[in-house]
C-alpha cells in the first residue's frame, strides 16, 4: 500500500526543523515548573492555618525595622505589645527588628503569645530573640503571610514605618472597603507621623474627589494613647471576636 506521508520536497515547510526560540524569550517562566509551585504554596497555607489554630484574638503590629532600643516609637510598641498580652490577644509581628521586636518583646515579658510571620528574603531577615519558638512561621510568599496576617487579626496597630508598613496598611484597607475581609479597627499610633497623611485622606480622597466613601474611614483611627488603643479595639467587637474570612 502506497505510503500516505508526502516526500520531502524544497516547498514542503512542515518539514523544517524547530528553531530556537526567540531571545527575548530566553528567561521566560519555567511553565512546567508553576504546576509544582502551587503545592508549595499550599503547604504554606496548610502549615499557617494549623500553627494559628488555637491563637484566639490577635493584633498585628507594624512599624520600620529601622528604629532601635532607644527610640521613642520602640518603648511605645514595647509598652503596646505588653498592654495588648494582659488584656489576653496574642500579638503578631513581620518577625524583624524595630518595631516589630519591641512588640513581641512586650507581649512576650507580659506572659502573652508572641507570633512572628517572617519573610524569606534576598538579604536575610534574621527573626528577633521575642518570638514564642514554637509560634514563629516562615513564608516565602509575601501573598500567603499577608492572608494569615489577615485572617487572624482583631486589629492592625500601624506605627510609623516604610513602604511595607504602607503596603500592609492599605492592603487592609482596600479589603475591607470591598468587603472581601470583615471590618476591623486598623489604627495609626504616632500622630507626628501619620497627622498629614489621615488629613489628606479625609480633605482628599474623601472630601473633595470622593474617590472614597465616608464610611470607608470610619475604621480608621488615629491614636498615640495605648489604652485608647485597647479600648478602641474592644469597643469595635460587643458581640464577641471571629475570623475575617
Same mark, same amino acid.
Given at each position: 500500500? /502506497?505510503?500516505?506521508?508526502?516526500?520531502?520536497?524544497? @516547498?514542503?515547510?512542515?518539514?523544517?526543523?524547530?528553531?530556537?526560540? =526567540?531571545?527575548?524569550? &530566553?528567561?521566560?517562566? +519555567?511553565?512546567? @515548573?508553576?504546576?509544582?509551585?502551587?503545592?508549595?504554596i499550599?503547604?504554606?497555607f496548610?502549615? @499557617?492555618?494549623?500553627?494559628?489554630?488555637?491563637?484566639?484574638?490577635? $493584633?498585628? $503590629?507594624?512599624?520600620?525595622?529601622?528604629?532601635?532600643?532607644?527610640?521613642?516609637?520602640y518603648?511605645?510598641?514595647?509598652?503596646?505589645?505588653?498592654?495588648?498580652?494582659?488584656?489576653?490577644?496574642a500579638v503578631?509581628?513581620?518577625?524583624?527588628?524595630?518595631?516589630?521586636?519591641? !512588640?513581641?518583646?512586650?507581649?512576650?515579658e !507580659?506572659?502573652?503569645?508572641? %507570633?512572628?510571620?517572617?519573610?524569606?528574603l534576598?538579604?536575610?531577615?534574621?527573626?528577633? /530573640?521575642?518570638?514564642?519558638?514554637?509560634?514563629?512561621?516562615?513564608f516565602?510568599?509575601?501573598?500567603?503571610?499577608?492572608?494569615?496576617?489577615?485572617?487572624?487579626?482583631? !486589629?492592625? %496597630? $500601624?506605627? /510609623?514605618?516604610?513602604? @511595607?508598613?504602607?503596603d500592609?496598611?492599605?492592603?487592609?484597607?482596600?479589603?475591607?472597603?470591598?468587603?472581601?475581609?470583615?471590618?476591623?479597627?486598623?489604627?495609626?499610633?504616632?500622630?507626628?507621623?501619620?497627622?498629614?497623611?489621615?488629613?489628606?485622606?479625609?480633605?482628599?480622597?474623601?472630601?473633595?474627589?470622593?474617590? %472614597?466613601?465616608?464610611? +470607608?474611614?470610619?475604621?480608621i483611627?488615629? &491614636?498615640? =494613647?495605648?489604652?485608647?488603643?485597647l &479600648?478602641?479595639? &474592644?469597643?469595635?467587637? /460587643?458581640?464577641?471576636?471571629?475570623?475575617?474570612?
Open positions: 500500500m /502506497p505510503s500516505s506521508r508526502k516526500k520531502d520536497c524544497p @516547498g514542503d515547510v512542515s518539514e523544517e526543523k524547530v528553531r530556537p526560540p =526567540d531571545k527575548k524569550y &530566553e528567561r521566560q517562566t +519555567d511553565f512546567a @515548573g508553576d504546576g509544582w509551585r502551587v503545592f508549595k499550599m503547604a504554606e496548610v502549615n @499557617g492555618f494549623e500553627r494559628m489554630s488555637d491563637s484566639g484574638p490577635a $493584633v498585628s $503590629v507594624f512599624g520600620s525595622t529601622r528604629i532601635t532600643s532607644g527610640h521613642p516609637e518603648a511605645l510598641a514595647e509598652r503596646t505589645g505588653a498592654l495588648l498580652a494582659k488584656k489576653g490577644f503578631i509581628t513581620g518577625a524583624g527588628p524595630g518595631v516589630m521586636e519591641a !512588640a513581641n518583646k512586650g507581649a512576650q !507580659a506572659g502573652g503569645l508572641s %507570633i512572628g510571620f517572617n519573610i524569606e534576598p538579604l536575610q531577615q534574621n527573626p528577633n /530573640p521575642y518570638i514564642d519558638r514554637e509560634r514563629l512561621l516562615t516565602k510568599y509575601f501573598f500567603v503571610r499577608k492572608v494569615m496576617f489577615l485572617k487572624y487579626s482583631q !486589629a492592625f %496597630i $500601624v506605627l /510609623p514605618g516604610g513602604f @511595607g508598613t504602607m500592609e496598611f492599605f492592603e487592609a484597607a482596600t479589603l475591607i472597603q470591598t468587603q472581601k475581609s470583615e471590618r476591623f479597627p486598623l489604627i495609626m499610633m504616632g500622630s507626628e507621623y501619620w497627622d498629614e497623611f489621615y488629613r489628606w485622606m479625609r480633605r482628599m480622597m474623601f472630601s473633595e474627589k470622593r474617590y %472614597i466613601a465616608e464610611k +470607608d474611614l470610619d475604621f483611627f488615629l &491614636e498615640d =494613647d495605648p489604652e485608647k488603643v &479600648e478602641i479595639i &474592644e469597643g469595635f467587637y /460587643p458581640e464577641g471576636y471571629t475570623l475575617n474570612f
